[in-house]
């Protein structure tokens, strides 16, 4: 086995892994950094974000505004400290970004241009056409190409943390080309491997979010926090589960009903106005505009598509100039993909999942329990999304909680020895042993498609947009059945070089694993907050015994084990989430209320 | 990351040349091979005498009709030669030198054939 | 599966190093439906049909650049190729032209990750700014001269329709050069002398020869071609006009 | 052991396996033409030079059919090497902004093709002009 001993190693290549990357370069150019990805860096799937990332910018807001948004929008669950260091911090990392060439968006004068985002009280998301996310990682990987300590391993899969003398010191990966393991020593290791958002059916995701980070901490004990929050995204695209941005209602989109209703005035977001107006309507938070779509075709007002039922995304009236200057991609992928062109005809769209809320437990600074573990990015659970993430939020997250990542594992880094390679190169051997057992073992019979199908589906169909104790216990099963059967995998390509399938099965078991923790979390939670809404008695938010973060440990051979950590509040008591017309009575009587 | 070795390429050289050919051969060359090689031989459209002797020894003599004539012949040859020699590359004869000497070598004599001509003939 | 379900022949060009001296057909038969891309119908093949297809692709909507295929011989995105534009003829699936086949559907991209890591794809700032002074400012028209180029996908579409890099691998080709170009045009940068060497070089734009295919297959339209041939004219400049102002890119 | 093997395809007669390919060999070979014409100009301009006997000799040989047949072919081909190199004209130079909006590459082309029409028509009248 090759082994290569380095500083710090980042697992993951994303938005997360390339900021922590160049933190650790600027922090101190000697030390080596491995950057490990399963795909070419720009194949992240922070490519595939469309709308922006916030940060305030505009002199009639203020960080107050980003911080009230943002805990209100995660309905009071959020670590409020971090909160603050986070809004505090945005528009400096997207300036950052703007002078490594980010091409942003400009007003008439030259300045970045800011557009309305959902849940957000003024326009502070920047925005770079609807490539935002494209344009964010393309800028992070080729700006690190300037940084000769970036060791990038490119194409290498990793399949496990080396754990001793209590704490991480390195990871083993494989080479894809090749099929051979590589041992990356390291005195930090950080985590940014990205969401999980495909261990459900219908997603935005792209294949490589597999939670495999999450799944890799977890086993190693890290727990995972509030894994029962995942988002629904309201308008995507039926049957493939792509994403029309939010940014398509920020410009100023309608969803109308099967009766060109626009039915979100019916649930408390209203009134209807013609123009967008933030935190009403279309621009409410993406919990409740899914949770309108569920009601609505509760009451048969949907329309009946090719793959479920849908309802209607109106960006005619913008007319066609508009949407092909700030939705471009949008107009082709309608184009292209559903053959309906969004100047002349409304575009049908479902929610779909879309985001991962929780992920591994790390305090403000990115530290996992974990000595010399870090995490960032969509795969950690820092404590700023709570129950229900802000659009355009999580973009910034991975610059600035990347950065602290990066800084954070460079001065752990130096504050401690190497470790001995020699047993550590023992430990990888065994992980060898055990990874290429699953590839070359025979006789089984089950098919990993046939596995990954059915978790999919009854992800779905229990940890859905509404949840009921019933079906969240039988997808608890199903899940334990899965990995159960799991055991009895069948690969049929046994090979080295390129062999996917043995991926694909790894994979499968870092989502099995993740699910878990999502369903036995979800079903604990005897409450409705944010994007976990139940209809069986726990209709309303529960802050006497729910106003806690929910903690799933790894339990080798069994169910997870649940149990609760408690929620830092600073200065936002919980109250009412209020949108609309609502919402803003409710902000005046805070207001009152406060002086 | 920059590799270290790099080449200056002289390609400019011919490459301008290919340039200036094909553009006087895309605006004029459809019109003068229809002037030299149809009209005059065929005697139509233009008066029979057009390229009679006396008139192009004018033309020839002429400091502008010098430096058209001598355009002319000498980058047709170069626009010519640079994309023969290249499409023998694409068709997979990797002639390397030979054919590059073999291609250009010929625009060369021309170009100097030309240019003896023009003076011979005088002013 | 209904009874009317329709089924499309999907020919793939096989290769596996560990069993294979060179690549070879293999015909599949995949029920399909109007919607499905050429990429789902290649995902079938491997949930269902034979495991050991490997294929890379992650994103599925025309963005992260890694599902290219040749198509019944052209240069494509398999996310946003559609099955239903082949029917009822069989549709052929190969890797992409001009690059070694590590195996499959895979290409071997290496070579293009070191261009693009030689053109040194970020900004040398003309004028250094802190983040104290805050962004610097561009126009939307500033913005516009290399929008277009700063969209490249890392697809290499483009360099499987150019015949010049398949004749030559050393020939820094459009892509790369499309990016280099965006960072030269940036009103932000001041690096352009030091690119300018590569494009001179003998691995630079002169190995072009404007077939331009590379700009029809580009699905992101940043038309590469452009890029290549423009800086053509300005390696020409450079290298006739080195003499009159040396302090110019010629080093 | 590393088992990596990767494969290279020949490039054998890549310019028949693709239309576009086909076409661009085609306007390619317009510059055998270009040549053969260049070389039947550079002789009369020998055969000028050697006197009036020389240069009508070569004038009468333009009249032989087979010369006749060859520029017709010429003709056609650097016609077409006129329209291809006008076509490839907007991917080969700097965007034109006109009042704010890149021109467009139909506009490119056709204004190239206007100005070769010009010039053509301008060369004949002068010709014409000159030979009266
Ligand atoms: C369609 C879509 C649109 C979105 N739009 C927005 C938006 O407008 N605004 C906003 O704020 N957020 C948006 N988001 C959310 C946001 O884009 C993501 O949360 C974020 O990009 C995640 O970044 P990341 O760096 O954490 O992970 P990713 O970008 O997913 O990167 C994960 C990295 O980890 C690597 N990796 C994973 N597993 C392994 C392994 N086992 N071994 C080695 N490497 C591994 C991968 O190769 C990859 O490089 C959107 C999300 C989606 C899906
Ligand atoms: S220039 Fe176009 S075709 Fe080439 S890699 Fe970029 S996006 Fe793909
Ligand atoms: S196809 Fe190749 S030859 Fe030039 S115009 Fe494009 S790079
Ligand atoms: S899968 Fe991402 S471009 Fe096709």
């Known amino acids: 086995m090759e082994t290569y001993k380095a500083d710090v190693v980042i697992v993951g290549g994303g938005g997360a892994g390339l900021r922590a990357a160049i933190a650790v370069a600027e922090t101190d150019p000697t030390l080596r950094i491995a950057l490990v990805s399963k795909v070419y860096p720009m ?15 505009q002199a009639t807001d203020s960080l107050e505004y980003h911080f009230n948004d943002t805990v209100h929008g995660g309905d009071w669950l959020c670590e409020q400290d971090v909160v603050d260091y986070f809004v505090a911090h945005c528009t400096e990392e997207l300036t950052q970004l703007e002078h490594w060439g980010c091409p942003w968006s400009r007003t008439p004068d030259g300045h970045v241009n800011v557009r309305a985002f959902g849940g957000m009280k003024i326009e502070r998301t920047w925005f770079a056409a609807d490539k935002t996310g494209f344009h964010m990682l393309h800028t992070l990987f080729q700006t690190s190409i300037k940084y000769p300590s970036i060791k990038r391993f490119d194409e290498h899969f990793c399949v496990d943390l080396i754990v001793e003398e209590g704490r991480v010191q390195g990871v083993v990966a494989i080479e894809i080309a090749s099929g051979e393991l590589t041992l990356v020593e390291a005195r930090s290791v950080v985590i940014a491997t990205g969401g999980a958002g495909r261990v459900f059916r219908e997603n935005t995701n792209g294949g490589v979010v597999t939670g495999d980070g999450m799944a890799l901490a977890y086993r190693h004990g890290v727990p995972l926090r509030d894994m029962e929050f995942v988002q629904y995204h309201p308008t995507c695209m039926p049957g493939t589960g792509l994403l029309f941005t939010e940014a398509c209602r920020g410009e100023g989109g309608f969803l109308v009903n099967k009766d060109g209703y626009r039915y979100l005035q019916d649930y408390g977001l209203g009134p209807a106005e013609p123009t967008p107006r933030n935190k009403a309507m279309e621009l409410g938070p993406r919990d409740r505009l899914s949770q309108a779509f569920w009601y609505e075709q509760q009451k048969g007002r949907t329309i009946e598509g090719l793959h479920g039922s849908v309802v209607h995304l109106d960006l005619r009236h913008l007319g066609e100039e508009k949407l092909r200057e700030r939705l471009p991609q949008i107009y082709e992928l309608a184009e292209q993909f559903m053959g309906v062109d969004p100047a002349r005809a409304p575009i049908p769209v479902r929610p779909a999942v879309h985001y991962t809320m929780g992920g591994i437990l790390v305090d403000g600074r990115c530290a996992a329990p974990l000595p010399g573990l870090y995490a960032a990015g969509e795969c950690s659970s820092v404590g700023i999304h709570g129950a229900n993430r802000l659009g355009s939020n999580s973009l910034s997250e991975l610059l600035v909680f990347g950065k602290v990542a990066g800084v954070e ?17 023992k430990q990888a051997q065994a992980v060898e042993q055990r990874i290429s057992g699953l590839k070359t073992k025979t006789g089984g019979s089950e098919r990993i498609a046939t596995l990954r199908k059915e978790m999919a589906q009854t992800m779905e169909d229990g940890c859905g947009i509404y949840r009921l104790a019933e079906t969240m216990q039988k997808t608890c099963d199903k899940l334990d059945e899965l990995k159960a059967r799991f055991k009895n995998v069948n690969l049929e390509d046994k090979s080295s070089v390129w062999n996917t399938e043995w991926l694909l099965a790894i994979e499968l078991e870092y989502q099995l694993d993740v699910a878990q923790a999502m369903a036995y979390s979800a079903i604990n939670r005897r409450e409705s907050r944010g994007a976990h809404q139940r209809l069986d008695g726990f209709e309303a938010r529960d802050d006497i015994n729910f106003l806690q973060h929910s903690q799933a440990h790894y339990v080798a051979g069994a169910a997870p084990r649940i149990d609760y950590g408690p929620v830092k509040i600073t200065k936002s008591q919980p109250g009412t989430r209020a949108y609309g017309a609502a919402g803003e009575k409710a902000e005046q009587e805070r207001k009152a209320s406060n002086v | 990351m920059k590799p270290t070795t790099l080449k200056r390429s002289n390609a400019p050289i011919f490459w301008a040349l290919f340039g200036a050919g094909g553009m006087l051969s895309a605006l004029l060359g459809p019109m003068l091979v ?6 005059v031989p065929l005697g139509v459209v233009l008066p ?27 980058l047709f040859l170069w626009h010519a030669a640079h994309r023969i020699f290249h499409s023998l590359h694409d068709i997979g004869i990797h002639a390397g030198t030979g054919a590059k000497l073999l291609c250009y070598g010929t625009a060369m004599v021309g170009t100097l054939i030309a240019a003896y001509a023009l003076l011979a003939i005088g002013f | 599966m209904s009874e009317n379900q329709k089924v499309i022949e999907i020919e793939v060009l096989r290769y596996h190093p560990e069993k294979d001296k060179e690549p070879h057909k293999q015909v599949f038969e995949v029920p399909f439906t109007d919607d499905m891309s050429v990429l789902q119908g290649v995902q079938y093949i491997k949930d269902y049909l034979d495991g050991s297809l490997s294929f890379r692709w992650s ?45 499959d559907l895979v290409i071997n991209m290496e070579g293009f990750i070191e261009k693009l890591e030689s053109i040194q794809p970020y900004i040398i700032p003309k004028e250094p700014r802190t983040l104290a002074q805050g962004e610097y400012l561009q126009t939307p028209e500033q913005l516009n001269a290399y929008e277009q180029f700063s969209s490249c996908i890392n697809c290499l579409l483009c360099y499987a329709a150019c015949p010049q890099f398949g004749l030559n691998s050393s020939f820094i080709g459009p892509a790369a050069t499309a990016l280099l170009h965006r960072y030269n ?15 001179n070089s003998e691995e630079g734009v002169f190995n072009c020869t404007a077939v331009g295919y590379c700009s029809e297959v580009c699905p992101k339209h940043v038309d590469p071609a452009n890029a290549v041939n423009q800086n053509k004219t300005n390696a020409a400049a450079d290298y006739f006009l080195r003499f009159l102002a040396p302090k110019g890119g010629a080093k | 052991m590393n088992k990596r093997r990767p494969y290279v395809r020949s490039m054998d007669g890549w310019w028949k396996k693709n239309p576009f390919f086909v076409e661009y060999m085609i306007h390619e070979a317009t510059a055998l033409f270009v040549a053969a014409y260049a070389g039947i100009l550079l002789f009369g301009l020998l055969r000028l030079s050697q006197g009036e006997a020389a240069w009508n000799e070569w004038l009468m040989a333009l009249k032989n059919p087979w010369y006749i047949g060859f520029h017709l072919l010429a003709l056609v081909a650097i016609s077409y090497h006129t329209y291809t190199w006008f076509k490839i004209m907007p991917r080969t130079m700097p965007p034109v902004i006109v009042g704010g909006q890149r021109l467009s590459a139909w506009a490119i082309t056709g204004s190239g093709l206007a100005v070769a029409a010009a010039a053509s028509a301008a060369l004949l009248g002068l010709v014409w002009g000159m030979a009266r």
């Open chain 1, 409 to 425: 594992a460079a001065r752990f880094a130096k504050s401690v020895a190497p470790g001995n390679s020699a047993s550590l190169l």
């Open chain 3, 185 to 199: 045009v940036d009103s932000r940068d001041g690096g352009k002398a030091e690119r300018m060497e590569l494009i």
């Open chain 2, 48 to 74: 029979p005498d057009t390229m009679s002797y006396p008139h192009m020894l004018a033309f020839a003599k002429n400091f502008i009709g010098k430096g058209f004539i001598f355009a002319i012949i000498a």
């Open chain 1, 43 to 57: 194949r992240s799937h922070t490519v595939a974000a469309e709308g922006g990332s916030a940060g305030v910018k």
């Open chain 2, 34 to 39: 229809f002037i030299t090689g149809i009209a």
């Open chain 3, 59 to 103: 994103c599925r909507m025309a963005i992260c650049g890694s599902c290219g295929m040749m198509i019944n011989g052209e240069p494509s995105l398999s996310c946003q190729t559609f099955l239903r534009d082949y029917y009822p003829a069989r549709v052929r699936v190969e890797a992409l032209s001009h690059f070694p086949i590590e195996r």
